[in-house]
DNA sequence: CAAATTTACGAAATCGGTTTCGTGTTGACA
DNA sequence: TGTCAACACGAAACCGATTTCGTAAATTTG
């Protein structure tokens, strides 16, 4: 095993004090030309690198950003990763990824042993069961410390720090203003339980979308999934109703819908339209293929990550917390019928 | 801005020295009990954490495992993340992810940042340019600095290091003998081109598979896509042949083939039979839903890290690299017919 | 030629902890 | 009452770098 090589065996190893390394690796003016080029060459020589826990230590910033997901086998999600990493590295920073499995306890976990100094700033998405119990005294204690803090997507307005949302209200009548426009009238909305707020948000735009028309809003159409049960069955529920239009909170729901729809012999778009949110594969390769909105996962990352080495690199600046809605699209594909 | 609070400011306001406040905190014998109390009080009151880098620096260890992925947008790859991060998480290491993007310069640079002492080991698949040019020297420079690493997936016999791979050559194997089994002669292979090593093994098993059952191998039968150009087109071609199977080595090729088919016309599996590869959400939910081989990409997550985290630990070891194959199954869905 | 300035380098502090070793005080025991 | 162990704590080295400051020798300047 060879040992590493540090500044302090070229020092000994060239008979001169650790400074005059130091200075020499650097170029300073300080040292003579003859020193220098000893030095270099015998660092080069060895493939000399320094030690960056020495580095961070003394300058106490890591170049590192914390992010923590509720998941990551998701394509909302990696898509988010990638869009973080995809500037992070381009000014210099790490990514160090926990993942919190919506899990309460692993959250405050992970947060805690990533604000004793091992990351500069970090981003985060709050995991269901932490919304659900609306504990978020962990993240108050980050703020405490001083440390730059950005939510996205799943953030809660209690926690003063800079943030990243869709505009999931937007979104969530958009989809269904497109469902109505195109003569659609009993249309089920396939929905997280209300305290997922994204989930919620969205059930907002549904049913702003059905005022708007004089649709009175009816709750048999309206179904919560337990996501500990199957979906699938709780999804046939719906379809016990009539119902000519269909509008999930997500893919996974969107798709299972569609597969019943098929069972029951509907023809999609023609006798149901359905829409689904996060333009993931699924959407993309079904087919028919589905109709969503799409999240546009990869600009919130990088949004995110430049509101955080912002704060990160200027925290001098008064804290104005800074919330950015990015607007969502909707990406019009062959389950959902136009009425031209 | 609130100062942070370090051992130095505990024994300064406490009136003892850092040594003291040290052993306090560790419940130390050497330190009475008045004493250790009133340290352990202030320390908690306020919420003290020991600083992570300054122990790093002292232990020459991070609990840090590093991991460069070609991609992280794709289902394979974050199901090894979930792998590596549930077995690491357990064992008290964090994970750093980045991403070669499959580009060769990339990964040189972050490999070389991350060898600087960030990280205890690293868990890396090859980037697709790298394999391609077949220069390796920044994984021999690894070695030589005695980092710990292991290669998955897209591993190279060259590198001297632990490894984990899926038996790619009997993966392909098993999907074209199981289509010969029920009936189908002309099976095309869309693969990719062939320094992706996993590409070429899973094609050694399909001829092989061929050989066995007296089939001839038809060069025009197999597809090797270009990445860069449009993937429908490529594979439109395959289809002005008559074919009766395809083998596809990845979901996006399967997903693309089945839609040309559905386009054509043709019934599946009635009038072909497809099978993909990678389960991901993709062949779950397409209908029909594709025969897939599963790769397990969570077991391989696991496995990596757990051989990482064995080198590590244990590094007295001889080194006698070990290669662990994890097996791949078949997963039997909608788009295969069968004979019986 | 003496004084002032440069040049070229080293000593030591610092970042925030841990740990070894030493030492003053106490109490027990012969 | 002298000796020795136990107790409770502090000084200082160390991890691997950077950086400020001091200084001897060489060079320039008046």
Redesign the interface.
């Known amino acids: 095993?060879?040992k590493?090589i540090t500044i302090k065996t070229i020092a000994k190893e060239l008979g001169v004090s650790t400074s005059t390394v130091s200075k020499a690796l650097k170029d300073s003016h300080e040292i003579g030309k003859e020193t220098k080029d000893k030095i270099q060459a015998f660092a080069n020589y060895y493939?000399y690198?320094?030690?960056?826990?020495?580095l961070?230590?003394r300058n106490k910033k890591?170049k590192?950003i914390g992010v923590i997901l509720p998941?990551?086998?998701?394509?909302f999600f990696?898509?988010v990763?990638?869009g973080i990493?995809a500037v992070a590295?381009e000014k210099g920073y790490?990514?160090?990824?926990?993942?919190s499995n919506e899990n309460y306890k692993?959250e405050v976990e992970t947060l805690?042993?990533?604000?004793?100094?091992?990351v500069d700033g970090l981003i985060v998405s709050i995991a269901n069961e932490t919304l659900e119990n609306k504990d978020f005294n962990h993240f108050f204690?980050l703020l405490?410390?001083?440390i730059p803090l950005v939510l996205f997507d799943r953030v809660v307005d209690d926690i003063s720090c800079d943030k990243v949302v869709v505009d999931d209200v937007g979104a969530g009548y958009k989809a269904t203003k497109y469902l109505i426009k195109n003569g659609c009238k009993k249309i089920a909305l396939i929905t997280t339980p209300n305290h997922v707020n994204v989930g919620t948000l969205r059930r907002l735009g549904y049913e702003k979308a059905l005022i708007e028309s004089y649709i009175k809003t009816d709750r048999s159409l309206i179904l919560e999934i337990n996501e500990k049960e199957n979906i699938k069955n709780q999804i046939e529920k719906v379809f016990e109703q009539e119902i000519d239009a269909l509008f999930a909170v997500n893919?996974?729901y969107a798709?299972?819908s569609?597969?019943i729809a098929?069972e029951k012999g509907m023809h999609i778009p023609n006798d149901i339209s359905i829409i689904g949110f996060t333009d993931?594969?699924?959407s993309e390769?079904?087919?028919p293929s589905i109709t969503t909105i799409a999240q546009h996962g990869f600009t919130m990352g990088k949004q995110a990550v430049e509101l955080l080495i912002e704060r990160i690199e200027n925290?001098a600046d008064f804290f104005t917390p800074k919330k950015i809605v990015i607007s969502s699209d909707l990406k019009l594909r062959e389950s959902t019928k136009t009425s031209s």
Chains 1, 2 share one sequence.
């Open positions: 095993m060879k590493k493939n690198k320094p030690n960056s826990l020495a961070q230590l890591t590192v998941k990551i086998v998701h394509h990696s898509t990763i990638k990493e590295s790490h990514i160090m990824v926990c993942f692993k805690r042993v990533l604000s004793n100094g091992s204690e405490d410390d001083d893919e996974i798709a299972n569609m597969r098929k993931g594969l699924i390769y079904s087919s925290k």
